[in-house]
């Protein structure tokens, strides 16, 4: 397997944006459909482990069309929540999906880089990203805009892609990431870019053991891993000090 190729953290921002910007349309049903409806499951996963204790204020990073947000507000009626997402069709797409769910006055969408968070310190009980914190190039200032932002004894929850571990899980990943999702992607967008940036980025992130160590560096507590669909995708969590 050919190592995925290294591009600027500049280039890497431009081409993200680029590419979500451009298949907002059909966004939830491609991860609806690739995923076998397992996303689904996954975001419940996450949402149903959070734990809000002083602020009952939730920020979701990456937020997309809102998906990790609306499941919080169901599951968790006491908070409010803000999603925030540096790709203004992605919020647009969510907007009408929060309207129709009823939870217009419990969550509000906000455009903005996760580098330079626009909140006051420790303003959330729980902060989460589902699958784009490897599209953040500079991991370590996130997770120092998170900290900042929590309260103490607040949690980090990141759901993110990664290769699975056994050697024949592994290949036949490999073969639907880089043949079979560009083509699909092709059919349903006409953005195949999309996808293999997706397969590339999959590829790029660390293992789940060094991913936990760096969350742990970066200065979380209890920092750990739970692995989801025999590891294709891993909740990790982290709690400020």
């Not at 420790?122 to 190039?137: K, Q």
């Not at 195949?192 to 789940?208: G, H, T």
Request: proline share 6%; net charge positive; hydrophobic share 45%.
């Amino acid at each position: 397997m050919e190592p995925a190729p290294e591009v600027s953290d500049e280039a890497r921002v431009k081409q993200v944006r680029r590419i979500f910007s451009t298949i907002t349309d059909r966004y939830d049903f491609l991860n609806h459909f690739l995923s076998a409806g397992r996303d689904v499951y996954w975001r419940r996963f996450l949402v149903r482990r959070l734990r809000f204790f002083q602020t009952y204020r939730l920020l979701d990073l990456a937020t997309g069309t809102g998906d990790v947000a609306l499941e919080s507000a169901r599951c968790h009626p006491a908070i409010m929540v803000t999603g925030l997402d540096f790709a203004a069709p992605m919020l647009q797409a969510a907007r009408p999906k929060i309207i129709r769910a009823g939870l217009a006055d419990r969550i509000r969408l906000l455009q903005g880089d996760a580098l330079n968070l626009p909140f006051p310190d420790g303003h959330f009980d729980a902060v989460t990203v589902a699958f784009g914190i490897r599209n953040m190039p500079d991991r370590a200032r996130v997770f120092a805009e998170v900290q900042r932002v929590l309260v103490p004894g607040g949690g980090f929850s990141i759901l993110e892609f990664t290769t699975p571990q056994g050697d024949l899980f592994r290949r036949v990943y490999f073969f639907y990431l880089h043949r079979w999702l560009p083509r699909l992607a092709k059919i349903f967008t006409g953005n195949p870019e999309a996808y293999q940036y997706l397969a590339e980025s999959i590829m790029r992130f660390p293992y789940p053991s060094d991913f936990v160590r760096e969350i742990g560096a970066s200065g979380f507590q209890e920092a750990g891993k739970f692995a989801l669909t025999g590891g294709i995708t891993y909740l990790y969590e982290g709690k400020k000090d």
